[in-house]
């Protein structure tokens, strides 16, 4: 896939943005695009190829066809960070039964960086993985497991950075929010990405190794607790009393006769 010839000076991210990237973080190789349909398609097809590095890192100026949890698609307009990690579990000790800890981690990673670079405090975790700064959405997540590669994680992030939302419609105002809307001026694109992969390397190696600090965390940043919400998966939907999220990362749901647990899905009012 070949990007059309834009100078360094002219992207988002400049070659000396790459190099401080690879030189400071965990990942060992990084691929820009200006311009690419999906960061997550394109780390799916790396996976597919016999010999790659890990983390690799796909980062993108913009998307055409940024893909969200089910069949949500992900609009950010220019401004946003949207990238792609593949990662090989085996190097990282993430063995298949540890995975299902690694949407919440990355989530509550996310949280943690954005909390170190906005002196803000209300970031919150809505589960599985959603970033919420002030009540509203400005991080979203997708993991997927290559078909038929095993031992692979394709990590997609996409966080409204200066794609701010002022302008915006009011019904996207209400629900979205850019860290420059937070933070008051923009922020360099770079050190938030930077950030993220410092706190996502961190907290992915402390699955299986300091759960309970990780769990304590989770809970804390849990937005939904106390709340009164809806779950909705393709088997099931539950209204219910939010009360926190269990050990193994069930979103626990008190109805009106039981207490529900539940896994894959989707909250759909909170
Ligand atoms: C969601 O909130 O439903 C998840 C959105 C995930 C969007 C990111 S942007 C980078 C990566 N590439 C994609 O196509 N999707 C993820």
Known sequence: MEDAFVPSQQRQFSDADLDQITGSTFVKRVEFHQAIDSTNNRALEIARTAKHESPVLVLAGSQTHGR????????????????????????????????????????????????????????????????????????????????????????????????SMRHAPAELRSSAIALCDANDKDLSLVEVLVRVLGRLNSRLADIGHRDAD?????????????????????????????????????????????????????????
């Open 214 to 270: 990780l769990r304590s965390s989770w809970r804390s940043r849990c937005l939904l607790t106390g709340r009164n919400v809806q779950f909705d998966s393709p088997t099931r939907s539950i209204i219910g009393l939010c009360r926190g999220i269990d050990d193994d990362g069930a979103l626990v749901i008190e109805t009106a006769d039981k207490i529900e647990r539940c896994y894959a899905g989707t909250i759909t009012k909170f």
């Open 68 to 163: 969200g949890r089910g069949s949500n698609s992900w609009w950010a307009q220019s401004g946003a960070l949207t990238f792609s990690l593949l990662i090989k579990t085996d190097q990282a000790q993430l063995p298949p039964p540890l995975w299902p800890q690694v949407s919440l981690t990355t989530g509550l990673a996310v949280c943690e960086a954005i909390a170190e670079l906005l002196s803000e405090p209300a970031i919150h975790l809505k589960w599985p993985n959603d970033v919420y700064v002030r009540q509203r959405k400005t991080c979203g997540i997708l993991i997927e497991s290559p078909p038929g590669h095993k031992g692979l994680l394709v990590i997609g992030i996409g966080i409204n950075v200066n794609n």
